[in-house]
């Protein structure tokens, strides 16, 4: 069973920053890619950034230059810088863990947690 355990969603201004974390546990053989997705109240989940093993990363073009993903392999956690936030970045963002634990590659989510952009 895989756990992936996110820290770090708030209340924030526009124009401010946060940093969300997400660690997973568990038995994990590999894994390819962690990254983040995001869901509005009324809108789908979407994608926000994913990065893989081996550092490679994907960014919707709505973040690019202001979110920045990074992992500690060691550790199986993934970090999501978010800068110059503005008020459509409000969503329950979900930690995603595409990996396998001994029962074939699918995908993982965490609980979710809640940022807001607002003055």
């Known amino acids: 069973q895989v756990q992936l355990v996110e820290s770090g969603g708030g209340l924030v201004q526009p124009g401010g920053s946060l940093r969300l974390s997400c660690a997973a546990s568990?038995?994990?053989?590999?894994?390819?890619?962690m990254g983040w997705y995001r869901q509005a109240p009324g809108k789908q989940r979407e994608l926000v950034t994913t990065?893989?093993?081996?550092?490679?990363?994907n960014y919707a073009d709505s973040v690019k230059g202001r979110f920045t993903i990074s992992r500690d392999n060691a550790k199986n956690t993934v970090y999501l810088r978010m800068n110059s936030l503005k008020p459509e970045d409000t969503a329950v963002y979900y930690c995603?863990?595409?990996?396998?634990?001994?029962?074939?590659?699918?995908?993982?989510w965490g609980q979710g947690t809640q940022v807001t952009v607002s003055s």
């Open positions: 995603n863990l595409l990996g396998d634990s001994g029962a074939g590659t699918r995908n993982y």
């Open positions: 568990g038995s994990i053989f590999r894994v390819n890619a």
């Open positions: 990065i893989t093993t081996f550092g490679s990363t």
